[in-house]
């Protein structure tokens, strides 16, 4: 699933002493179909490729928040503020990629500047049934 690939990605990037990365994960995983659990990897990956390339991270958060109606993904590093350089806007470094891939799937894709580093954020929300559960959208 999508958390096993996420800790893979993970443990790929620690072995290669880029970065250290850590995934952490809370609440009832929701099961997403194929095709979403692929364009959020994919999206996670860009993310975490893009702040390695450009920020020079030495930690690099991955938290899967998952509650009874949305996933929320936040990743976090402690890079340099990378999004407003001239060369990251002109690249465009796959972040049309991720928009698409997020507006694709319904989900909402955020990326802002901290203090001391970058986080992105996907919202992704569930679809309600008519029994009051709620099921990852089609």
Not at 106 to 116: C, H, K, P, T, Y
Request: with cysteine; hydrophobic share 40%.
């Amino acid at each position: 699933g999508l958390s096993r690939s996420v800790i893979q990605m993970v443990k790929r990037i620690n072995s290669s002493c880029v970065a250290k990365v850590d995934f952490t994960e809370s609440g009832i995983p929701a099961e997403l179909s194929k095709e979403k659990q692929l364009h959020l990897f994919r999206i996670i990956q860009e993310v975490i490729n893009n702040a390695l390339r450009h920020a020079s991270p030495w930690r690099i958060n991955v938290v899967f928040l998952w509650s009874t109606d949305q996933l929320t993904v936040e990743i976090k590093d402690d890079g340099y503020n990378f999004r407003h350089s001239e060369k990251y806007q002109s690249a465009g470094l796959g972040l049309n990629n991720i928009m698409n891939r997020a507006a694709f799937i319904g989900a909402e894709f955020s990326n802002e500047d901290l203090s001391m580093g970058n986080l992105a954020r996907i919202h992704l929300r569930y679809e309600k049934t008519q029994q009051n559960q709620y099921l990852p959208g089609r």
